[in-house]
């Protein structure tokens, strides 16, 4: 178990290691694809997202995505968060974020329901490459009926 976790280690730091140096700058744009598990309807999501770089500490990310049906709901979710990354060590950033999202909830016997909410959160950007970032994100989105958290991942091309 112990050299397990040391491999583990290792493989880790080799990666962080390797890690492009350069910051986000200004007009920086990020497309990718995310997913993950959501409280709201205690299911998976799946969604697209686009980032653009006001600043090397403001950009904004819109995103829409899909909630899968579980306990009878499914939704589509749409949300335009403003974060704030800054830079904790070579290829490696931190953001809060907070923003405004839409959901349309399905029910099982057809009905839907509109709901506009607000998020707040906060993710970790790895920079593996120049054009390629993961981000881990946990977030909580606060609606009338359906809040619930999102935690998930995703990988994104930088251009």
Not at 71 to 92: A, Y
Not at 105 to 115: D, I, L, P, S
């Amino acid at each position: 178990m112990r050299k397990n976790l040391s491999t583990l280690l290792v493989a880790l730091l080799s990666i962080v290691s390797s890690m492009s140096a350069h910051s986000e700058s200004r007009g920086a744009m990020t497309l990718g694809i995310g997913g993950g598990y959501t409280t709201a309807n205690h299911s998976a999501y799946s969604d697209i997202y686009f980032r653009y770089a006001f600043s090397s500490h403001v950009r904004i990310a819109p995103d829409a995505g899909y909630a899968f049906k579980h306990e009878g709901l499914s939704s589509f979710n749409f949300n335009i968060d403003m974060q704030f990354p800054f830079r904790v060590t070579r290829g490696i950033g931190i953001y809060p974020l907070a923003g405004v999202a839409f959901n349309n909830w399905n029910t099982e016997g057809g009905g839907t329901h509109a709901r506009f909410g607000l998020n707040a959160g906060a993710g970790i950007d790895l920079k593996f490459t120049r054009t390629l970032r993961l981000t881990l994100i946990g977030k909580y989105t606060f609606m009338h009926h359906t809040d619930g958290a999102y935690i998930g991942a995703g990988i994104g091309y930088n251009f």
